[in-house]
């Protein structure tokens, strides 16, 4: 992870191998975002050599300009898609220009400084995260590493010394890390990675902090009553693990709980995918891996909230002895669950994890899951569904998302699609009606939500990550192909929000 840093350094000073600017669009051209740390004759420069090339401050329309007079390196200029110079709640457009730049001088400079608009901590320290989250890269399976990678980013303020701006560049550097570190993961091959060397590479990176982990195997998860692991792992030589993440601060005032999908990969058991369906189904374990690098990041912030994470991992395969449609298995609630389509798995390893989570009595339980292909009919490739069984605390997560910067809709937990779950032999079937899939998926998980000393079902929101989670061919602002880390910074703004 590259270093970041803020100073009041002019981009004529600066020694940086890259110096980003903004553009923004007047009348259907790019136009460059005054910012203090740009002189005029280097503007007007800038703005002329956009005119002439017809640029038009587009989102992600990138233009490298070398040899500008007065600057050291490369300019490179980042369209913003904004029709002025970008105001506070701009921030996540100024995050993706930013991430833009940075994604494309991956392996080209090592070091790159951003001449932004910057007079507000708030887009001082979007400029640093976005430019954070496009340098990554992955590039432990490669012969050749990188020539160049990134290594310094500077954002140039004359907010360097601002207390705030110190604030949110340390808290930028603690989330890109870890989303970086949900990003490996999830991109790791699953050769390599499997519900054993997923709980040791959670133990290996959390080990000597605040976070206590603890690893059940399969013979602790059938003496637990943990149906839904049991069930998915039969059929992979590699059984199911379930890793509990608890953090305990001193003062805290609130008691999250998260619960995160983990199939490390899926092949959809004996109700098997087509090949081309496989191909990133390396990538089912991705709410597992938000959850693990979002629960390091709170600690490491020192948040003063207490958080309890649920990891439930398994591979689902067609071996021996995989799980067969018409089995019954029972969950750790005691409900009976009859399977019917062993490709949707990941609602039977997330409703144990629901249930342990429940018996820890904690104010909101989020679970995370690239649960349906329902929800990427529904949403489109960038955007993740969030339901929930109250509506203020939804939102509340919503809300948490839209100021980190990811982008979830709320979608409703229709009750009456919940009827076409029942089943001839047992409590209930864990599929319904093909339509409104994404909804029944939760609704099944509703019911393995516990209740709280009232008798009330305990405040809980489901979010279905399976379209944003991986990024097979597209590329924007900060995102690049392969894993994104979706989801980490909204689970962190929510528990700050909650601390």
Same mark, same amino acid.
């Given at each position: 992870?590259?270093?970041?840093?803020?100073?009041?350094?002019?981009?004529?000073?600066?020694?940086?191998? *890259?110096?980003?600017?903004?553009?923004?669009?007047?009348?259907?051209?790019?136009?460059?975002?005054?910012?203090?740390?740009?002189?005029?004759?280097?503007?007007?420069?800038?703005?002329?050599?956009?005119?002439?090339?017809?640029?038009?401050?587009?989102?992600?329309?990138?233009?490298?300009?070398?040899?500008?007079?007065?600057?050291?390196?490369?300019?490179?200029?980042?369209?913003?898609?904004?029709?002025?110079?970008?105001?506070?709640?701009?921030?996540?457009?100024?995050?993706?220009?930013?991430?833009? &730049?940075?994604?494309?001088?991956?392996?080209?400079?090592?070091?790159?400084?951003?001449?932004?608009?910057?007079?507000?901590?708030?887009?001082?320290?979007?400029?640093?995260?976005?430019?954070?989250?496009?340098?990554?890269?992955?590039?432990?399976?490669?012969?050749?590493?990188?020539?160049?990678?990134?290594?310094?980013?500077?954002?140039?303020?004359?907010?360097?010394?601002?207390?705030?701006?110190?604030?949110?560049?340390?808290?930028?550097?603690?989330?890109?890390?870890?989303?970086?570190?949900?990003?490996?993961?999830?991109? =790791?091959?699953?050769?390599?990675?499997?519900?054993?060397?997923? *709980?040791?590479? $959670?133990?290996?990176?959390? &080990?000597?902090?605040?976070?206590?982990?603890?690893?059940?195997?399969?013979?602790?998860?059938?003496?637990?009553?943990?149906?839904?692991?049991?069930?998915?792992?039969?059929?992979?030589?590699?059984?199911?693990?379930? $890793?509990?993440?608890?953090?305990?601060?001193?003062?805290?005032?609130?008691?999250?709980?998260?619960?995160?999908?983990?199939?490390?990969?899926?092949?959809?058991?004996?109700?098997?995918?087509?090949?081309?369906?496989?191909?990133? =189904?390396?990538?089912? =374990?991705?709410?597992?891996? *938000?959850?693990?690098?979002?629960?390091?990041?709170?600690?490491?912030?020192?948040?003063?909230?207490?958080?309890?994470?649920?990891?439930?991992?398994?591979? @689902?395969?067609?071996?021996?002895?995989?799980?067969?449609?018409?089995?019954?298995?029972?969950?750790? @609630?005691?409900?009976?669950?009859?399977?019917?389509?062993?490709?949707?798995?990941?609602?039977?390893? =997330?409703?144990?994890?629901?249930?342990?989570?429940?018996?820890?009595?904690?104010?909101?339980?989020?679970?995370?899951?690239?649960?349906?292909?329902?929800?990427?009919?529904?949403?489109?490739?960038?955007?993740?569904?969030?339901?929930?069984?109250?509506?203020?605390?939804?939102?509340?997560?919503?809300?948490?998302?839209?100021?980190?910067?990811?982008?979830?809709?709320?979608?409703?937990?229709?009750?009456?699609?919940?009827?076409?779950?029942?089943?001839?032999?047992?409590?209930?079937?864990?599929?319904?009606?093909?339509?409104?899939?994404?909804?029944?998926?939760?609704?099944?998980?509703?019911?393995? $939500?516990?209740?709280?000393?009232?008798?009330?079902?305990?405040?809980?929101?489901?979010?279905?990550?399976?379209?944003?989670?991986?990024?097979?061919?597209?590329?924007?602002?900060?995102?690049?192909?392969?894993?994104?880390?979706?989801?980490?910074?909204?689970?962190?703004?929510?528990?700050?929000?909650?601390?």
């Amino acid at each position: 992870m590259p270093t970041l840093t803020v100073t009041d350094t002019s981009s004529g000073k600066s020694k940086a191998d *890259a110096l980003v600017v903004l553009a923004v669009q007047e009348d259907g051209r790019a136009k460059v975002a005054p910012a203090t740390a740009l002189d005029r004759a280097t503007q007007e420069h800038l703005d002329a050599s956009l005119q002439a090339l017809d640029a038009t401050g587009a989102a992600d329309e990138i233009v490298r300009l070398p040899g500008v007079p007065g600057i050291q390196g490369v300019v490179v200029i980042s369209g913003s898609g904004l029709a002025a110079s970008p105001q506070a709640d701009d921030a996540e457009v100024v995050r993706k220009a930013a991430g833009a &730049a940075t994604r494309s001088l991956v392996g080209k400079v090592g070091s790159v400084a951003f001449a932004f608009p910057a007079e507000t901590a708030e887009l001082v320290v979007a400029t640093g995260e976005g430019a954070l989250f496009g340098a990554y890269e992955y590039d432990a399976y490669r012969s050749k590493k990188s020539a160049k990678p990134i290594t310094k980013v500077s954002v140039l303020s004359p907010l360097a010394k601002d207390k705030a701006v110190r604030a949110g560049v340390k808290r930028a550097g603690v989330v890109a890390t870890q989303r970086a570190w949900a990003q490996d993961l999830v991109n =790791m091959p699953p050769l390599d990675l499997y519900p054993e060397s997923f *709980a040791e590479q $959670v133990k290996e990176h959390l &080990a000597g902090g605040k976070v206590k982990v603890k690893v059940q195997d399969e013979k602790a998860l059938a003496k637990a009553g943990a149906g839904g692991l049991v069930g998915v792992g039969r059929g992979s030589a590699r059984p199911p693990r379930l $890793v509990t993440l608890t953090y305990r601060p001193a003062k805290a005032g609130q008691h999250l709980a998260f619960v995160g999908k983990g199939i490390t990969f899926d092949s959809g058991g004996l109700c098997i995918k087509p090949a081309e369906s496989m191909v990133s =189904m390396k990538d089912d =374990m991705a709410g597992a891996a *938000a959850v693990a690098a979002a629960v390091a990041a709170i600690a490491e912030l020192g948040l003063p909230v207490a958080v309890t994470a649920y990891l439930c991992l398994a591979e @689902n395969l067609t071996g021996a002895d995989a799980q067969r449609p018409g089995d019954v298995v029972t969950m750790p @609630n005691g409900k009976t669950v009859e399977v019917i389509n062993t490709d949707a798995e990941g609602r039977l390893v =997330m409703a144990d994890g629901l249930c342990f989570a429940s018996r820890e009595q904690p104010d909101l339980i989020v679970d995370v899951a690239t649960l349906t292909g329902a929800a990427v009919l529904s949403l489109g490739s960038r955007t993740a569904a969030a339901l929930g069984n109250d509506d203020t605390t939804r939102e509340e997560v919503v809300a948490a998302a839209t100021t980190a910067g990811e982008d979830f809709w709320p979608m409703p937990l229709l009750q009456h699609l919940r009827s076409g779950m029942k089943s001839l032999v047992a409590d209930i079937k864990h599929t319904g009606p093909r339509m409104g899939g994404m909804i029944v998926a939760a609704l099944f998980l509703q019911d393995f $939500v516990g209740d709280d000393k009232d008798g009330n079902q305990l405040p809980w929101v489901h979010l279905d990550i399976a379209a944003p989670a991986y990024s097979a061919d597209e590329t924007y602002g900060y995102v690049g192909k392969g894993a994104t880390g979706f989801a980490v910074r909204t689970l962190v703004q929510l528990a700050e929000g909650r601390a």
